[in-house]
């Protein structure tokens, strides 16, 4: 199957499924960047950037296309006409996005993130598709 992984997969403790097909945004690498960034504890920055270095060795992230960003502001306006706030959001939305343009399952740990929308995107959990 092919699936688009949120950030949530790429750092969480398992790899996804060996049946699963895996592409990612590079919406994702901007979240990698910045949790390097951030990191306060040296021993953490240098989990994360062995991290970062292994998903950006292993994909080529899919880009945000003006199909991709169409879709994102649908999406946002989604959520808004829903009593919703998308821009905490956003960085979500975007790689729902790009499933979506995709047209492949978003695999995330973190389904919550993306309730107001579920009807909208097809989402799963990396073990229960």
Do not use: C, K
Not at 65 to 78: F, H, I, K, P, T
Not at 80 to 91: D, E, F, I, K, L
Request: aromatic share 4%.
């Amino acid at each position: 199957m092919r699936a688009l992984l949120d950030t949530s997969v790429l750092i969480g403790e398992l790899p996804p499924p060996d049946d699963v097909e895996a592409a990612i945004s590079v919406i994702s690498i901007t979240e990698l960047h910045f949790g390097v960034l951030v990191a306060d504890d040296d021993d953490e920055r240098a989990r994360r950037t062995a991290r970062l270095s292994v998903v950006e060795a292993t994909f080529d992230p899919l880009p945000v296309s003006v199909e991709v960003a169409r879709v994102w502001g649908q999406l946002a306006a989604a959520v808004a006409r829903r009593g919703g706030n998308p821009r905490p959001r956003q960085v979500d939305l975007a790689i729902a996005a790009t499933a979506q343009v995709e047209g492949v399952p978003l695999l995330t740990e973190n389904i919550g993130d993306y309730q107001v929308i579920d009807d909208l995107v097809d989402l799963r959990r990396p073990f229960d598709q």
